[in-house]
């Protein structure tokens, strides 16, 4: 179903739902995924099965493989986000951003709980819950997220 969306040349959607949403060229999406009002992804961008997109926008390259909820988010070029990922944006009152910067890798079933900014290239592990901004190029896990690797990022 699309309904009041722009889909861009060489896109291929499989079984899915776009809502006033939009995307560039050369993006795939589905089967059974969702882009909500606000969705925007740009060139190259994959999302898979059972993916929802709701007020955010994916830089070009971005992938979201499968099962997870980015409401209210910004992710970087290159971004992979990894199954079960949700961005946690309402708070009971109101509706919270969470960035992801370039080339980031967040881990299976890690829980972004807004307002929260992970870095350009930084890692999140399996199942982290991200409470505070990770810098950049740098890992976190556990529940609640904790940095481990504590080095200044490499140039």
């Known amino acids: 179903m699309v309904r ?3 889909i861009g040349d060489r896109c ?3 079984a899915s739902v776009l809502e006033e949403a939009v995307m560039e060229s050369d993006v795939d999406i589905g ?4 882009l909500r ?3 925007y992804l740009e060139t190259r961008v994959h999302i898979g099965n059972f993916v929802e997109v709701k007020e955010s926008r994916l830089a070009a390259g971005a992938v979201s493989g499968h099962f997870s909820y980015l ?3 910004t992710i970087g070029a290159k971004v992979n ?3 079960g990922t949700i961005t946690c944006n309402y708070n009971g009152k109101e509706k919270l951003n969470t960035i992801i910067g370039e080339g980031a890798f967040i881990g299976c079933d890690t829980m972004l709980v807004a307002p929260v900014t992970v870095g350009a290239h930084a890692i999140t592990g399996a199942g982290a819950v991200v409470t505070k901004d990770v810098p950049a190029g740098r890992l976190v896990v556990g529940v609640p997220a904790r940095m481990i ?5 490499s140039s």
Not at 31 to 34: A, D, E, L, M, N
Not at 149 to 153: L, T, V
Request: proline fraction near 12%.
């Open 31 to 34: 089967p059974y995924s969702h």
């Open 12 to 14: 291929k959607v499989i």
């Open 71 to 73: 409401g209210d988010a």
């Open 37 to 39: 009002s606000g969705a």
């Open 4 to 6: 009041d969306s722009s």
């Open 81 to 83: 986000i990894g199954a």
């Open 149 to 153: 690797d504590k080095r200044p990022p």
